[in-house]
């Protein structure tokens, strides 16, 4: 069974699930509706968590060898046979004798022997995606514009579509199928057949973690289409292809909640400039320390600096209202008798082959993360205790049960992040979206959850039975990063959680567009990228130095964006008077320039962007290229300065010249005497 944990036995210890009464489902606990049925009406069931020392987890992917990856989601298992209600037992086709489940797949007595247990309703305790949206301050926001988000696995889910059927009754979802367009199943090249084979221990693990990440990304954001693209194998060659193939089908956020060894160099599959990628960390804490064999990097694709990266927490509800109270770094591992032992921990370390991006590297307390110059991960987090965890149906069997289960994992913290971005309406224009995190946890950190207790990092004692979580203080835990910020919470930016979880909609918006803000606010520009020319990423340039773009500071939206519904999170709209200044908004590369930055022979004449002006003014424009030089990252203009004339409202420019531009990461800037700057980076090549 995989299990991360020692079975119970005479000298084995019972690791007790802690009191989960504040994150009860949402919905009663009743036999889950065919597809055709009217919704359960949601109610808050009786209080009644688990018993204590009834339950372990169990990955649903084995640890990846080299040139592969494995799915992140792990499953709430029960340590022996328990009569719980809704569990029944499907026959096997060839008969047998009665007798007790085997302890990896009982939740009943009396079944055949390779019978596999049915769970027909939610296992109490896990979260409904009324609670997600709730915790994340996401409930009534609807995607101003279509979106389609995409979940890459591996293998084929033969019961995707009708196990989201299910998923969708049973929590009052609209429908999401292949008939009304919201589904969207394809192999590796994009087309419908013939899919990826299915059936075998492995393939049924990854079926599972597809039937999370679907359901998940619907029940987060239920407006938007889902694309499933299924690589053939878990190898790391169909999962890169499955990647690119989302992304030339037109996905505006891709989830990917898998991961395995970091190469040392980045692959074209995860740079797509203008998309929301999610990766999510890893579930054996900081450099894999529970897996046994510690790693010297963090995982990949999260460690892409093209990517979110996403870890993990443990969420707690407020039992009455059952929005969010608190959260905490997902550390539920320890060490037992030279071993380690436990059910996992957000991922998380610095790159060995990636430095940090520029925004990354501006946060006040960049100093006293550990990674120097280099890529740090986490970006952000979600939900991922498997305690924690969320309701998953899926009907493809899998060690010896079907059907609800109470799945956990950075494979969950992902999709989650994607669908909330998919929620804000995508990337709006920035080309790295990570980004957008980044500005507002310095310019509006309201918007984020600040997750400052808790580590990722190793401890050398026995999980707490009490609760499940390690129980070394935060000095032990953080012996292991020598303690820095990469594996220790803290106020502002860590590695462990990153800049935080989302508090609404306007954490995943740049700070110029924040939905039920009044017009004319102005973010200041982030530490180390200002215009001034005086800082830039990995250090103060000398004299003549190229200046560093400055980070988005611009416009603000005048009331709520279309189709967007302020969460209760969100401060209304309030009446003010026009801005005194010139603010420059929703800067975006043309839909042709975003073309033409896939070869790495663009002109610089094929640059056009778009961008909203709130007045007519002389504008500076300036293209800058990142640059690695003596171990430090910085910026060095390529094109400019010049000025232009911007007019009011939406416009276009394009930059002039007949230079190429070679492969890398660009950022233009346009700034304002006496008003905004705004900044955009992107890809070429």
């Known amino acids: 069974m995989n299990e991360r944990t020692l079975k119970p036995g005479p000298c084995a210890p019972h690791v007790v699930v802690r009191a989960l009464a504040a994150i009860l489902l949402a919905c009663p606990l009743a036999a889950a509706a065919p597809a055709a049925a009217a919704p359960t009406s949601p109610s808050l069931p009786s209080l009644a968590p688990p018993s204590p020392s009834e339950y372990t987890t169990s990955t649903l992917c084995p640890p990846p060898t080299p040139g592969y990856s494995g799915c992140l989601g792990l499953r709430l298992f029960a340590h022996r046979p328990l009569a719980h209600p809704g569990a029944r037992a499907v026959a096997p086709a060839a008969p047998a004798t009665a007798t007790q489940a085997t302890t990896s797949s009982g939740l009943v007595e009396g079944v055949p022997p390779g019978a596999a247990v049915e769970r027909t309703t939610p296992v109490e305790g896990s979260l409904a995606p009324s609670d997600v949206r709730g915790a994340y301050g996401l409930t009534g926001a609807t995607p101003p514009t279509p979106q389609t988000i995409a979940l890459v696995d591996a293998y084929d889910a033969p019961t995707i579509a009708s196990d989201l059927e299910v998923f969708s009754a049973r929590f009052g979802l609209p429908a999401c199928n292949e008939a009304n367009g919201c589904l969207r199943k394809v192999n590796q090249r994009g087309a419908r057949s013939p899919l990826p084979p299915s059936g075998g221990p492995e393939e049924r693990g990854w079926a599972q973690e597809t039937a999370t990440d679907v359901e998940v990304a619907h029940g987060v954001c239920p407006a938007c289409r889902i694309l499933l693209v299924e690589a053939e194998s878990n190898a790391n060659s169909s999962l890169y292809a499955a990647e690119l193939t989302a992304a030339a089908l037109g996905a505006n956020e891709i989830s990917n909640s898998w991961g395995g060894e970091e190469p040392s160099v980045e692959n074209r599959a995860f740079d797509h400039p203008g ?390 990461r660009y950022s233009i800037e346009l700034t304002v005497a006496g008003g905004s700057t705004r900044s955009l980076a992107f890809g070429v090549g």
């Not at 000095?475 to 820095?484: I, M, T, V, Y």
């Not at 700070?511 to 990995?538: D, F, K, N, Q, T």
């Not at 603010?583 to 610089?604: D, K, N, W, Y």
């Not at 961008?611 to 007519?616: G, K, R």
Request: glycine share 14%; hydrophobic share 35%; net charge neutral.
């Open 275 to 664: 998309v929301v990628i999610t990766a999510s960390a890893g579930d054996n804490g900081y450099l894999d320390w529970l897996s046994g064999k510690a790693s010297s990097a963090a995982e990949y694709p999260a460690s892409s600096p093209h990517v979110i990266a996403v870890g993990g927490t443990r969420l707690k509800l407020n039992a009455t209202s059952r929005a969010w109270e608190r959260e905490t770094v997902w550390n539920d591992g320890g060490w037992r008798n030279g071993l380690p032992e436990g059910f996992g921990a957000g991922g998380g370390g610095c790159s060995a082959s990636f430095a940090a991006d520029a925004w990354q590297q501006s946060v006040a307390d960049w100093s006293t993360v550990g990674c120097g110059s280099g890529r740090a991960v986490a970006d952000v987090s979600a939900d991922a205790d498997p305690y924690t965890g969320v309701a998953v149906y899926d009907s493809t069997e899998y060690e010896g049960s079907r059907g609800w289960a109470m799945i956990g994992g950075t494979s969950v913290a992902a999709p989650i992040v994607a669908s909330a971005f998919a929620l804000a309406g995508g990337s709006h224009g920035v080309a790295y979206p990570a980004q957008t995190l980044y500005e507002n946890e310095h310019a509006a950190s309201t918007t984020l959850h600040d997750i400052t207790a808790g580590s990722n990092g190793e401890c050398h004692r026995r999980v707490s039975p009490e609760t499940g979580e390690a129980r070394c203080t935060a000095e032990e835990l953080a012996r292991s990063c020598s303690g820095q910020a990469i594996c220790l919470a803290g106020p502002g930016y860590d590695g462990a959680s990153g800049v935080g979880t989302p508090a609404g909609i306007n954490a995943l918006l740049p700070p110029g567009e924040h939905v039920g803000e009044a017009p004319g606010g102005e973010a200041p520009a982030l530490s180390g990228i200002s215009s001034s020319g005086s800082g830039s990423a990995g250090g103060s340039s000398s004299g003549g130095s190229p200046q560093a773009p400055a980070s988005s500071t611009g416009a603000t939206s005048s009331g709520s964006a279309a189709g967007v519904t302020p969460s209760a999170n969100v401060t209304p709209a309030v009446s003010a008077s026009p801005p005194r200044v010139l603010v420059i908004g929703a800067l975006r590369l043309t839909r042709a320039a975003r073309a033409a930055t896939a070869h790495p022979s663009m002109r610089l004449s094929q640059l056009t962007f778009a961008f909203d002006a709130s007045a007519a003014a002389r504008v500076r424009v300036v293209l800058a290229k990142l640059v690695h030089v003596r171990g430090r990252v910085r910026w060095q203009t390529v094109a400019g300065p010049s000025t232009f004339l911007a007019k009011r409202g939406g416009q276009t420019h394009r930059m002039r010249g007949t230079r190429t531009l070679a492969a890398g």
